[in-house]
C-alpha cells in the first residue's frame, strides 16, 4: 500500500447503520446508528455482551441479515469505497466468499453434512476463481495443508472431523478466495480452551498471507488484546467506544468499558467475586430514552436520560459516546 | 456399491423369512375366527350335509388345523400359494393376473405424488407465508382430507360425465389410467407436499445454508446442492410407506374404477372366504412392505454419508 503510514485507506467504512427485526413481539432494534470503519490491513475487535447486535452487523456486512423479519432500515456500508447496501443479490454474490468472507460461531452446525469438506472448499474456489471442477479440489487440498489438515482428509465428511477441525475447515473457506475483509463471528466460543488457542493462532498466521483486513466479534476482550489492532465497544446496538488497542486498555473511558475492565479477574489480587455490571442489557424490544445504558450507569446525569449522546473525541483516534464527555453536552 | 451394503441387505432379506412366517401364521389363525364355513358359502344356500362334507374333504378343511397350518406353511415356502378355491385356478396365477395393474397404477401415481409434492413442497417452503404458499397449504389440507372414493367419483362426474373425455371405469388402454392414477396419487401428494415444505423449512434455518449463502451461492444453488439433499430423508420414508400401502391395494379405487387389481382380487375372496387367496395376498403384501423399507434404507445411504451398515 502506498498511503502514509498510520492512516491508511478504509476497507469497510459503516455510518449510521439501523437494523430491526420486525416480530410479532414487536420491533426488535439490533443495530441503531452504528458507526465503524476498519483500515486496510487492520484487525478491528467488536466486543459487547450477548444481543448487543454483533453478528447483527457483521451479517449486514454480508447483506446476510434473514429477512423476514430482519430488515436494514438506514445507513451505508462500504466496502473498499463501494456502496454496498443497494446492491442486488447477483452482485452481492460475487462478493460474499470472494470479497469478504464470514466465521462462523458454531463450526458443528455450519458444514454441510452430506458433502465432503474438499468439496465444500472447492465449491467457493470454483464460483469464484472460474477454475476447472479439477483444479478446485487441488486448490481445495492446498487450503485444507495450509489449515493443518492432511490433504488426504478432504473425502471425509464433517462428522469425522472434531470441532475445532471444523472450525480449520470453516477457515478453509473463508480464506480459500483471498477476501480483502474476514469476518470472524466468535470463532473460538464454541471450541475447548485448548483447541481455542490453536484456531487463534491459525487465524492470525494465515490472515498476513490470506486476507486483508479482519472484524473479530467476540465478547473476550482477552482475545481483542491478542488478535486486534483497534476495538469498538458495542452496547445496545452502538458503538459506544472505541480506540487502538493500547489506547482502550490504558485508557478506557466510558462507563460501560470501564465496567467490562472492571468485571475481569486480576491475577494479582485475591477477590472474593468478581465484579459485575448492575442490572441487565436493555430490552432491544424497548430500549430506554437517553443513552441506552443510563438505567445501569453509575454516572449518570439528567441529559443521559433526555438526549442520546454523539461521538466525543477524547484522544488520537479514541471516541467516546458519552455525555461526561461531551463539550456541549451535560452538567453535573 | 457401499461398503458393507451387500452383506447388510443379504442379513435383512434372510431376516425377512422368518418374519414373513410369522405374519402367515396369524393370518391362518384369524381366518379360522372369520364367521361362516367356507365350504357351506361355496355351495350355496341349498346344498346338503353331504355335499358339504364332501366339498370340506376336497378343500382340506376336514384335516386337523395343525396339519392343514403346516400344509400351507410348507406351500409357501416352495412357493406354491395353493389353489384358489373360487375360481379353481392356482392362486400364483390370480396374484399374477391382478398385482401388475395394480403396481402399474401405483407407480405411476407415486411417481406424480413425489415429482409434483417435492417440487412443491420446495417451492411452498422457499416463499413461505407468500400467496402460493398459503394456496399450497390449504389445497395440501384438502387433499389429505378428502375420501378417496369421493375424489374418484368427482373426477369421473367431471371427465367422463360433462366433459367425456376419460373412461369412468375398465382397464386396457392409457386413458384408462388417467382417473385412477390421480385419484390415487391424491393423498401421497398431499402427504409429500407436506412432508418436503416442513422439511425444507427445518433444513434452510440450518447454519450451514448460512454458510453456503456467505459463499456466494444463489438461493437456488443453495437449496439445489445443499438443502434439498438434507431435506429428503423424510421424504424419501414417507415415500416408501406410501408406494407400499398403494401396492398392497387400493380397494376403494379399484372398485371405483372397476379395475382388476390385487385390491378387487382380495376383497372379492374375502367376501368368498377363500382363504387361499387371502392368506396370499396378505404374506405378499408383507413382502412387498418388507421389500420397500429395505430400499429405503438403501437409499439412506446414498442421501446421508453419517448413516452407514459396515459395522
Known sequence: MSELPGRTQPLLEIENLHVEYRTLDGIVKAVNGLNLRIDEGKALGLVGETGAGKTTTALAVMKLVPTPPGVITAGSVRIAGREILPLGDAEMQHLRGNQVSMIFQNPMASLNPVHDVGSQIAEVIRLHQGVSPREARVRAAGMLRAVGIPENRAGDFPHEFSGGMKQRVMIAIALACRPRLLIADEPTTALDVTIQAQVIDLIKSLKRDYSGAQLLITHDLGLVAEMCDDVAVMYAGRVVEKADIAELFQNPRHPYTLGLFGSLPNLKKSVHRLRSIGGLSPDPKMLPRGCPFHPRCAERMDVCTERTPSESVVGAGHTVCCWKYSESGGTR | ?311
Open chain 2, 1 to 311: 456399491m457401499k461398503k458393507g451394503l451387500g452383506k447388510y441387505v443379504l442379513i435383512r432379506l434372510v431376516g425377512a423369512v422368518p418374519l414373513l412366517l410369522v405374519v402367515a401364521v396369524i393370518v391362518f389363525v384369524l381366518l379360522q375366527y372369520a364367521p361362516g364355513d367356507p365350504a357351506e358359502l361355496m355351495l350355496g344356500m341349498d346344498a346338503t350335509p353331504e355335499n358339504v362334507a364332501q366339498m370340506r374333504v376336497k378343500m382340506g378343511l376336514d384335516k386337523p388345523l395343525h396339519v392343514q397350518l403346516l400344509r400351507f406353511l410348507a406351500g409357501l415356502l416352495r412357493g406354491d400359494l395353493g389353489t384358489s378355491w373360487q375360481s379353481g385356478r392356482p392362486v400364483a396365477e390370480e396374484i399374477g393376473r391382478t398385482l401388475p395393474v395394480t403396481a402399474y397404477v401405483s407407480f405411476v401415481a407415486i411417481v406424480i405424488s413425489s415429482v409434483v409434492g417435492v417440487l412443491v413442497g420446495v417451492l411452498s417452503a422457499v416463499r413461505q407465508y407468500s400467496l402460493v404458499d398459503n394456496i399450497v397449504r390449504v389445497v395440501v389440507l384438502a387433499g389429505v382430507s378428502m375420501p378417496v372414493f369421493w375424489l374418484g367419483l368427482m373426477l369421473i362426474v367431471v371427465f367422463s360425465g360433462f366433459l367425456g373425455v376419460l373412461p369412468s371405469s375398465g382397464w386396457g388402454t392409457p386413458k384408462h389410467l388417467v382417473l385412477p392414477a390421480v385419484t390415487l396419487a391424491t393423498y401421497p401428494l398431499a402427504m409429500i407436499t407436506r412432508l418436503t415444505r416442513s422439511s425444507m423449512l427445518e433444513v434452510i434455518r440450518q447454519d450451514y445454508v448460512r454458510t453456503a449463502r456467505a459463499k456466494g451461492l444463489s438461493m437456488r444453488a443453495v437449496i439445489v446442492h445443499h438443502a434439498l439433499q438434507n431435506a429428503f430423508i423424510p421424504v424419501v420414508t414417507v415415500i416408501g410407506i406410501q408406494f407400499g400401502v398403494l401396492l398392497a391395494g387400493a380397494v376403494l379405487t379399484e372398485s371405483v374404477f372397476a379395475i382388476p387389481g390385487i385390491g378387487r382380487l382380495t376383497v372379492a375372496a374375502v367376501f368368498a372366504r377363500d382363504y387361499p387367496v387371502i392368506r396370499a395376498s396378505v404374506v405378499l403384501t408383507a413382502a412387498i412392505f418388507v421389500l420397500i423399507n429395505l430400499l429405503v434404507d438403501i437409499s439412506y445411504t446414498y442421501l446421508d454419508p453419517r448413516i452407514r451398515y459396515d459395522n
